[in-house]
């Protein structure tokens, strides 16, 4: 069922509009993905998530393969049915985490030994794994196994990462069986172009049917990461689907979507949430701040979210003061849905042939910040 068509494209920059088909529902693109990494977005019930319009989510191989374990997932009937989420799904790799969380012992061609960051446990993950684990979740797109290098890296790890990287997807395309499941491959190379380069040439020629850039928002200059994008812009099908890992900041959105990119996910709006901060169409407030104690305007004026059409900026402080579960919630809430809607904007912009100039206005709001008391 997996298929995905342009529906509109930019002239003067790389915007895209189209729309992915799968399984679970349709995807229209340029689109922001809620991370739910343990079969859950922090703070937040499926039922909500769709009132704020999102229309696929991404969990995590790495955490459910440890808790609850993918065989209870499947056992459940796959991540839809546990979590009751009857849309599209994205689990990544694993290999992320693996890298990040883990305590290593052993990187070899074959995949990784590591120890568990819940009880120091020791596992073996590979590309064989991944796709195992993945197939027993039954996420509608599943990632290929990769190895994601630090910022900054020498050349030396870079190209050692890109021909790992390049192996690994060749043993997931020969072990992933899965019919109602598609593997994107996954491109590293740090902010080397030359080295992004072979890495996209490489997962292009074994046809994948859609294509993730990996290892960047990893610490890395906003510039380099713009700067990688436009190298493989030529070289990625444009036919098929483009996914920037790990990128949340509005303006990232924005620069993305402008150089071709159609999926993104992070955990930033859910996170910042939690901690009090908030997106806003004039840039970023910190909802903890003194001066929103007798603020009663919403978050952002220009937001029609449930949040902002109901509550005030002081009533949010108070709940953060007060340590309100509420708080994470409608924060996390409301950051979600700028997110998702600064997207959407973007996609009815391309359509209507005005991304530019939406571009513009919108990161000319972005970068100035609220003032602070």
Request: charged fraction near 20%.
């Amino acid at each position: 069922m997996f298929s995905f068509r342009l529906i509109a494209e930019c002239p003067v920059t790389g915007a895209r509009a189209g729309e992915i088909v799968t399984d679970h529902g349709s995807i229209e693109t340029p689109v922001f993905m809620p991370v739910g990494t343990q079969a859950s977005v922090k703070a937040m019930a499926p039922f909500e998530l769709e009132q704020l319009g999102a229309q696929i989510i991404l969990s995590n191989t790495y955490h459910l393969y440890l808790r609850p374990g993918a065989d209870l997932v499947n056992e459940a009937g796959g991540l839809h049915s546990f979590m009751k989420w009857d849309h599209p799904i994205l689990t990544d790799s694993g290999g992320y985490q693996v890298f990040s969380l883990s305590k290593l012992n052993h990187i070899t061609d074959k995949g990784v030994e590591c120890q568990s960051h819940i009880d120091g446990s020791r596992h073996f993950m590979s590309p064989e794994w991944s796709v195992a684990v993945q197939e027993k979740l039954g996420s509608d797109i599943a990632m290929c196994f990769d190895e994601c290098v630090k910022y900054p890296c020498s050349r030396k790890e870079s190209e050692s990462s890109v021909h790992r990287t390049s192996m690994w997807a060749e043993k997931c395309l020969e072990v992933h069986k899965r019919s109602d499941q598609v593997l994107f491959g996954i491109i590293q190379g740090s902010v080397f172009e030359d080295l992004r380069k072979i890495s996209a040439r490489d997962l292009v020629s074994m046809d994948f049917p859609g294509y993730a850039v990996g290892g960047l928002s990893v610490g890395e200059p906003h510039s380099e990461m713009y700067r990688i994008l436009e190298v493989l812009h030529p070289i990625l099908p444009a036919k098929k689907p483009r996914y920037l890992m790990g990128v949340g900041f509005p303006s990232n959105l924005v620069e993305g979507i402008a150089r071709g990119i159609d999926m993104f996910d992070c955990v930033i709006p859910t996170r910042n949430g939690r901690n009090g901060t908030l997106f806003t169409s004039q840039g970023r407030i910190n909802i903890k701040n003194k001066i929103y104690e007798r603020d009663f305007s919403p978050i952002d004026l220009l937001c029609d979210c449930y949040v902002c059409s109901t509550f005030t900026r002081a009533y949010l402080r108070h709940l953060y003061k007060a340590g309100e579960i509420l708080s994470s919630r409608l924060c996390t809430w409301h950051n979600l849905h700028f997110l998702i809607h600064l997207v959407k904007g973007a996609r009815q912009a391309i359509i209507q042939g005005t991304f530019p100039a939406y571009r513009e206005r919108v990161l000319a709001k972005l970068v100035r910040e609220v003032p602070r008391n």
